[in-house]
């Protein structure tokens, strides 16, 4: 019986795998495993053409689209990167990628390998095809847990169920920093560390940063502040219309009524009262740090001090210039000495403990608030030059996961790819630190000249190169506006000129030449100047 056509090609066809299967086991593996990288070659080679050319064809038509994403849509792979459902999506696709791979590694080799092997070489190649699909499966557990913390990161930003009466509202169908060319975040520490009844704000900083340029001020306040102003328009005003303190009391220190106790007081008596809000009392010193320095606050970013640490160490640590020796501990109302200090010197690595102490340590400093200010600062611009792309990426996992257990804060996740790229600014702009000058312009925290503070906050913005005053500034117009909004310095709520029975302490409103620039020559304004190393105690 003579054999039909489809019999003669089905036996060429075998006969032609046959011969390809006559090369050694080491060729036959050698393809299987580079394969993996081309997904279909393989099955080319074994002479499954179609089946190779549908594979390998979908697997260019993926390499294509993804080089293209790459290269000319990267706003999109951020966007996506930055999008919690999205990231679901990307996490099902590189699981879905990693099952295939092994399937197709797997597959290949049965169909390469020699039909007859010794037992040695099949052991060998099944070892090796073991090892190589463990590689891709740890792989893709690595890539996933990188996105599943990712996607934990995205969460811990404002969604849009989040509530806040203090953010600006920003439209959506025109340029995010047209509408807010100088951005203003207010930087929280909080502190509820043992024998505390609730979080305190032992650091309290604004970073103003030009969104053009990415050129950032910093400016830090005293924890023990007095009579914290409110605008005007605030129903926190009509309760403490000459700021937070009770003149009941009179002059005197009122620690209930400090800068660091309001994100805990206020809340806890008037809660509510700015309105629904996922955070109270970050709301309140929004609020009130925008009237004290004539800015309007649009975010807040607020940091754990207590895990302040893990975010360090993430980051593989910190260098920073130690001037004087920094306390590790102590206490200086209980009179308890300090463990340990940081030793001065240049150019000193801490880890995440060291830094927060570096931060931190105030037993027995001198002018122990202002220096501790001035550390923070140095802090952050230690913790931005860190912070490379390369760095980042290496320690992405431990960041993250650091991030996500540590940080709250009201920026909206949608606002997230515009800050990637206003990061990259800030890391190749200035940093610069507005002096306050406390001697000049708040000699006590009971009565604190706030009106001095604005005047410098203006003049220094302004000389950096924003448009408008300090204060119009910070809202960009009626684009960015706010539901809370911070009004003009002059008509701010202003602290009581008299407290009574007492004199008037309060300095003149009107900084002196050198305050006014937003610091003296001696401190200078630029940080790597006030951070460098100049051995000797703080003044």
């Given at each position: 019986?003579?054999?039909?056509?489809?019999?003669?090609?089905?036996?060429g066809?075998?006969?032609r795998r046959a011969?390809?299967?006559?090369?050694?086991?080491?060729?036959a593996?050698?393809?299987?495993?580079?394969?993996?990288?081309v997904?279909?070659?393989?099955?080319l080679?074994?002479?499954?053409?179609?089946l190779?050319?549908?594979?390998?064809?979908i697997?260019?038509?993926?390499y294509?689209a993804?080089?293209?994403?790459?290269?000319?849509?990267r706003?999109?792979?951020?966007?996506?990167?930055l999008?919690?459902?999205r990231?679901?999506?990307?996490?099902g696709?590189?699981?879905?990628?990693?099952?295939v791979?092994?399937?197709?590694?797997?597959t290949?080799?049965?169909?390469l390998?020699p039909?007859t092997l010794?037992p040695?070489?099949?052991?060998f190649?099944?070892?090796?095809i073991?090892?190589?699909?463990?590689a891709?499966?740890v792989?893709t557990?690595s890539?996933?847990q990188k996105?599943?913390?990712?996607?934990?990161?995205?969460?811990?930003?404002?969604?849009?169920?989040?509530?806040s009466?203090?953010?600006?509202?920003?439209?959506a169908?025109?340029?995010?920093?047209q509408q807010?060319?100088?951005?203003n975040?207010?930087?929280?520490?909080?502190?509820d560390?043992?024998?505390?009844?609730?979080?305190r704000t032992d650091?309290?900083?604004?970073?103003?940063?030009?969104?053009?340029?990415?050129?950032?001020?910093?400016?830090?306040?005293?924890r023990?502040?007095?009579?914290?102003?409110?605008?005007?328009?605030?129903?926190l005003?009509?309760k403490f219309?000459?700021g937070?303190?009770?003149?009941?009391?009179?002059?005197?220190?009122?620690?209930?009524?400090y800068?660091?106790?309001?994100?805990?007081?206020?809340?806890?008596?008037?809660?509510g009262?700015?309105?629904?809000?996922?955070?109270?009392?970050?709301d309140?010193?929004?609020?009130s740090v925008?009237?004290?320095?004539?800015?309007n606050i649009?975010?807040?970013v607020q940091i754990n001090?207590?895990?302040?640490?893990?975010?360090?160490?993430?980051?593989g640590?910190i260098?920073?210039?130690?001037n004087?020796p920094v306390?590790v501990?102590g206490?200086?109302?209980?009179?308890?000495?300090p463990?340990r200090?940081?030793?001065?010197?240049?150019?000193?690595?801490?880890?995440?403990?060291?830094a927060?102490?570096?931060?931190r340590?105030?037993?027995?400093v001198?002018?122990a608030?202002?220096?501790?200010?001035?550390r923070?600062?140095?802090?952050?611009k230690?913790i931005v030059?860190r912070a490379t792309?390369?760095?980042v990426?290496?320690?992405?996992?431990?960041?993250?996961k650091a991030g996500?257990?540590l940080?709250?804060?009201d920026v909206?996740?949608?606002?997230?790819?515009?800050l990637?790229?206003?990061?990259q600014?800030?890391k190749t702009?200035k940093l610069?630190?507005?002096?306050?000058?406390?001697?000049?312009?708040?000699p006590?925290?009971?009565?604190?000249?706030?009106?001095g503070?604005?005047a410098?906050?203006?003049?220094?913005v302004?000389s950096a190169?924003?448009?408008?005053?300090?204060?119009?500034?910070?809202?960009?117009?009626?684009?960015?506006?706010?539901?809370?909004?911070?009004?003009p310095?002059?008509?701010a709520?202003?602290?009581?000129?008299k407290?009574p029975?007492?004199?008037?302490?309060k300095?003149?409103?009107?900084?002196?030449a050198e305050?006014s620039t937003g610091?003296s020559?001696?401190?200078?304004?630029?940080?790597t100047?006030?951070?460098?190393?100049?051995?000797?105690p703080p003044?």
């Open positions: 019986m003579t054999p039909s056509r489809a019999q003669r090609a089905a036996r066809t075998r006969a011969r390809t299967r006559r090369r050694s086991a080491i060729t593996l050698a393809i299987a495993v580079i394969g993996v990288l997904p279909g070659t393989a099955y080679a074994a002479r499954r053409t179609r190779g050319a549908v594979v390998t064809g697997t260019f038509a993926v294509g993804a080089a293209y994403v790459a290269l000319r849509k706003d999109v792979v951020v966007a996506w990167g999008d919690a459902n990231l679901l999506w990307i996490i696709g590189l699981i879905t990628v990693g099952v791979s092994v399937i197709v590694l797997v290949s080799y049965k169909m390998r039909i010794v040695t070489s099949r052991l190649g099944s070892l090796v073991g090892v190589v699909c463990f891709l499966a792989s557990a890539g996933t996105l599943l913390a990712q996607r934990e990161l995205v969460r811990v930003f404002a969604g849009d169920g989040a509530k009466q203090t953010r600006p509202t920003i439209a169908n025109k340029d995010v920093w807010l060319p100088r951005l975040l207010l930087l929280l520490g909080a502190d560390g043992e024998g505390r009844d609730g979080a650091s309290v900083m604004v970073a103003s940063i030009d969104t053009k340029t990415g050129n950032t001020s910093l400016i830090s306040l005293t023990n502040f007095m009579r914290m102003p409110f605008p005007a328009d605030s129903p005003h009509q219309p000459t937070f303190w009770d003149p009941k009391l009179g002059d005197i220190e009122q620690p209930e009524f800068l660091d106790a309001m994100y805990r007081n206020i809340p806890k008596k008037y809660p009262i700015l309105g629904p809000s996922d955070n109270e009392g970050a309140v010193l929004k609020v925008g009237a004290a320095l004539g800015l649009h975010y807040y001090l207590a895990g302040f640490a893990q975010v360090v160490d993430a980051l640590g260098t920073v210039n130690i004087y306390p501990g206490n200086d109302d209980k009179n308890i000495p463990s200090y940081l030793q001065p010197g240049p150019n000193q690595p801490l880890n995440g403990t060291d927060l102490w570096f931060a340590g105030r037993y027995n001198p002018t608030d202002l220096a501790r200010q001035a923070q600062r140095c802090t952050f230690a030059e792309p390369q760095n990426l290496a320690n992405y996992e431990s960041i993250a996500e257990q940080i709250r804060t909206p996740q949608n606002l997230l790819k515009h990637v790229t206003l990061g600014r800030v702009g610069a630190n507005i002096d306050l000058n406390k001697q000049k312009n708040f006590n925290g009971r009565n604190p000249n706030y009106a503070m604005r410098i906050v203006a003049q220094a302004n190169g924003s448009a408008g005053s300090a204060g119009s500034a910070g809202s960009a117009g009626s684009a960015g506006s706010r539901k809370t909004t911070t009004v310095p002059s008509t709520a202003q602290p009581s000129s407290p029975g007492k004199p008037s302490t300095p003149s409103a009107k900084p002196s305050s610091s020559a001696k401190d200078g304004g630029d940080l100047s006030a951070c460098a190393y100049n051995p000797g003044k």
